[in-house]
């Protein structure tokens, strides 16, 4: 199947973020029960359901962040699009059946990497290289940019992308991390920029 | 002790870069016993020390890259810089006594976040609250940028870090993580680039 891949714009928010919407709750394959609110998947039963619909209730952002965030001057991340031809369109209509959001991020140690934050890819479309051509894609910006260093993470339950990722070169550095994650939010942070934490 | 805190410019690199060295193996605190090539402090003996100076030798950075990188067009990184007067210069004439780097990040689920690499204060200055005042700084430009969220990371020794990060709101979201951390770099990833994973 023809695919173009290619850097995203304003216009493709709209796709961008039911993709978002999507992959946060279809891709747990919780299958077939009950209907998620939000991605109108079908799901096992109400404690199935409860649990997947809360998953979309984690996502913070709209339509209109994406938009804000992503292609006003001093963008937050980049992204690319994967695109079908008209008469490969989704039953749903769709012919943006992909995306990938990235952004750099700097070591001291290492300078230079590309951070992938989501790769995506409606399922009626894997397997044909979509994804592969994405995270290539990204590569290929990355290096461009000077960067020798390509980061991601993956959700434990995740094993198809788990595989995938293996099998595109990847490792997993997660046992080898010498590091603690530190985190600082909502009230905390404001505390802090007030120089007055735990207040 | 007065200081100032301010954003950094391509002058202040040369201090950056020489925190940034020194950081890198001074705070394992290997103290006593021998000297390390690259930051001159006294460390335990030959085996200390060559664990000493594998670390520096980590740095794959140079002072002339973290001037193309924070401070030409589209920077991968920010960063602010602590200065104290003349009259409290350090023994070895240092008047740059600390400095933050930065970089933005974006999640699709929880929107803009901000990312500190480094925060570093010359032992000499510790204790005076210039840690906080960058961090606090940090966290007020995160802020003011849309950001809700500071993360970070400290690595598994230090527990002197820790236990500030700890004091200042921050936590350790380390075991909540409910994913892995990937990676690809150098060969892998140009081959990636070439849409040929692998080879």
């Not at 009950?34 to 809360?54: F, P």
């Not at 369109?89 to 992938?116: C, E, I, N, Q, T």
């Amino acid at each position: 199947m023809d695919y173009t891949i290619r850097v995203a714009t304003l216009e493709d928010c709209k796709d961008i973020y039911r993709m978002i919407m999507v992959s946060r709750c279809g891709d747990r394959r919780v299958a077939q029960g009950g209907t998620c609110s939000v991605c109108a998947r079908r799901t096992h039963g109400h404690s199935e359901l409860a649990k997947h619909e809360k998953v979309s209730d984690q996502v913070k952002i709209a339509q209109r962040d994406l938009e804000q965030d992503g292609f006003s001057k001093n963008p937050f991340f980049q992204s690319i699009i994967a695109e079908v031809p008209e008469q490969h369109r989704s039953k749903d209509g769709h012919s943006k059946v992909g995306y990938a959001l990235y952004f750099f991020a700097y070591s001291s140690w290492k300078g230079r990497s590309v951070y992938m934050e989501d790769l995506y890819v409606m399922p009626e479309y894997r397997g044909k290289g979509i994804g592969k051509a994405l995270m290539s894609k990204i590569a290929q910006l990355g290096l461009a940019a000077g960067c020798n260093q390509l980061n991601f993470a993956v959700l434990n339950w995740n094993k198809e992308s788990m595989d995938f990722y293996l099998s595109q070169g990847c490792w997993d550095v997660t046992t080898g991390l010498d590091y603690h994650c530190m985190r600082c939010e909502g009230p905390a942070l404001e505390a802090l920029a007030r120089g007055d934490p735990k207040n």
